[in-house]
């Protein structure tokens, strides 16, 4: 049996064997199978699907909609993806398929980097950097490029937070093992995605003149600046400055150096009532708390915005608003 290889980054494509399988009816079926092959892992209640694509409609309205949908998703694919038992859907489990999301995570923790925190769990190994290498090659673009809709926004904004710090990496390990070439294009790829980050600018102008193009490193610089300038109204830091004459004086023969150091973090505010929530422990929250932290990483790279935390008393929003805020005082962001 042929398998089917599913793409999500940089848009939809299905593809059964070697055969691209002819466009979705309608854009809700082409959505609703976009869910259930990103939440592959669990299965789906009826009312929780209906709730989510037809949230607009009264629910035996939006179930008989479901229902429909879901008879255009089989006529499409092969028999035997979509799965249902009781009152849940899924993608089949044991099915014959390939997900090139699940690829890439499977990649990053296999290089050992995992966890909220994605923080390295050992040095990276020649094998770990192969992985890494593989992983990243499969980000063709965000998540399902095109598709407008919150939840596939969200999961869009953990999966490039991801890749971003898989290149960091990657970018450390080159540096790390003398290949410079590499590190620099793990660095300018890194800047395509983020280019307000101006440690990783300093890490390219070092790199620049370490392979002998001086020229390059000064031009770097200056993009450094003027997108700083436009985007945040702020100079490069000294060091970024003091680099940037280094280079320009000696034409060139600057070593790299350790990465440039981030800021240090803002003063501690006055005491809030959140402090004594530390100690409890969040439990059963993991699928909120990953929203708000990819919001979080948005508003880091410049794409703010509001996000409305409801529930009944007593149902853990306080704790959940503290975990927000630790997570971003970790950064060093400031947290009001």
């Not at 100079?235 to 981030?262: K, N, V």
């Not at 935390?309 to 060093?332: I, M, P």
Request: aromatic fraction near 8%.
């Amino acid at each position: 049996m042929a398998t089917l290889r599913v793409y999500l980054f940089g848009g939809l494509r299905v593809y059964h064997g070697e055969d691209l399988l002819p466009p979705f009816p309608t854009q809700k079926t082409r959505s609703l199978f976009a869910y259930l092959v990103t939440f592959r892992e669990r299965g789906n209640p009826r009312d929780l699907l209906a709730g989510t694509f037809w949230g607009d409609v009264p629910i035996a309205q939006a179930r008989r909609s479901l229902n429909t949908t879901l008879w255009r998703l089989r006529r499409t694919l092969p028999s035997g993806y979509i799965q249902a038992q009781g009152d849940s859907i899924a993608f089949a489990p044991t099915a014959d398929w390939w997900l090139d999301i699940a690829e890439f995570e499977e990649g990053l923790q296999r290089a050992g980097l995992h966890g909220n925190g994605f923080s390295l769990s050992r040095p990276l190994s020649p094998d770990s950097l192969e992985l890494l290498q593989r992983a990243v090659g499969l980000y063709r673009g965000d998540l399902l490029e095109g598709l407008d809709e919150a939840w596939s926004l969200v999961e869009a904004e953990r999966l490039r937070s991801l890749y971003l710090r898989a290149l960091q990496a990657l970018l450390a390990g080159h540096r790390a093992g003398g290949r410079p070439e590499q590190a620099l294009a793990c660095a300018l790829r890194l800047l395509e995605m983020d280019p307000l980050r101006e440690d990783v600018h300093y890490q390219a102008m070092e790199l620049y003149a370490c392979l002998g193009r001086p020229a390059e490193a000064m031009a770097q610089f200056e993009r450094c600046r003027q997108t700083l300038q436009e985007e945040l109204h702020i100079s490069p830091q000294p060091e970024t400055r003091a680099l940037y004459q280094r280079i320009r004086a000696d034409g060139g023969a600057t070593r790299p150096a350790r990465p440039l150091p981030m800021p240090l973090p803002p003063p501690p505010l006055p005491r809030s009532p959140f402090d004594d929530l530390g100690r409890i422990p969040l439990i059963g929250r993991e699928a909120e708390s990953a929203a708000l932290q990819a919001r979080l990483e948005a508003a880091g790279r410049g794409r703010g915005g509001m996000t409305l935390v409801l529930g009944e008393t007593g149902v853990g929003k306080s704790r959940l608003l503290q975990e927000a805020a630790d997570y971003a005082d970790v950064r060093g962001w400031l947290v009001l």
